[in-house]
């Protein structure tokens, strides 16, 4: 009933515009008036979502940037088959997990001499710090990180740099 209607009151207008101008005036008015009904259901209906929380120590605009993870206190002496590290979750509202690192080895003159991603099961609490330990890529035991030199077999010194190229955070 409705419809049928709506169909009604768009064609009469439009059949007596058909056989004169006169009525153009009432037409734009009543198509006017539809506009103005269909707008305001619309806008009616719409929901916007909740506003997210934003972690202040972040940038505001974007809360989530590879800032949020920061690695910390890294060793590896010639010996060691393992490397290890702090990693520090630096917000204050999210907890973090699956942290994917990627990791740079250069010498003392620059030269890169190993690079590789490398994925972190952990489980860092918001402003928490993690002991990891993972694999090292020095399967020969040669090199050392440079704060860690050896007391008594030599080796050669390396340092490392680590971007953070994606972290998971949990929803609980």
Excluded at 13 to 28: C, D, E, K, T, Y
Aim: aromatic content about 10%; some cysteine.
């Amino acid at each position: 009933m409705k419809h049928a209607l709506l169909l009604l009151l768009l064609a009469v207008p439009m059949f007596i515009n058909a056989q004169g101008s006169a009525l153009s005036v009432r037409q734009s008015s009543t198509e006017a008036l539809m506009h103005k009904a269909a707008t305001q259901q619309s806008l009616q209906q719409i929901e916007l979502p909740p506003a997210q929380p934003v972690d202040t120590l972040l940038t505001p605009e974007v809360p989530f940037t590879p800032m949020a993870v920061s690695m910390h206190g890294y060793s590896k002496r010639v010996g060691d088959a393992k490397e290890s590290f702090f990693l520090r979750n630096e917000t204050h509202n999210y907890r973090i997990s699956r942290v994917v690192l990627k990791l740079a080895y250069s010498v003392e003159d620059g030269r890169e001499i190993y690079r590789r991603d490398e994925v972190i099961e952990c489980d860092l609490r918001p402003g928490a710090t993690q002991l990891i330990t993972i694999k090292s890529f020095d399967k020969r035991h040669v090199y050392y990180y440079y704060l860690t030199p050896p007391q008594r077999a030599s080796g050669v010194p390396y340092r490392v740099q680590y971007d953070v190229l994606r972290y998971d955070v949990v929803v609980e």
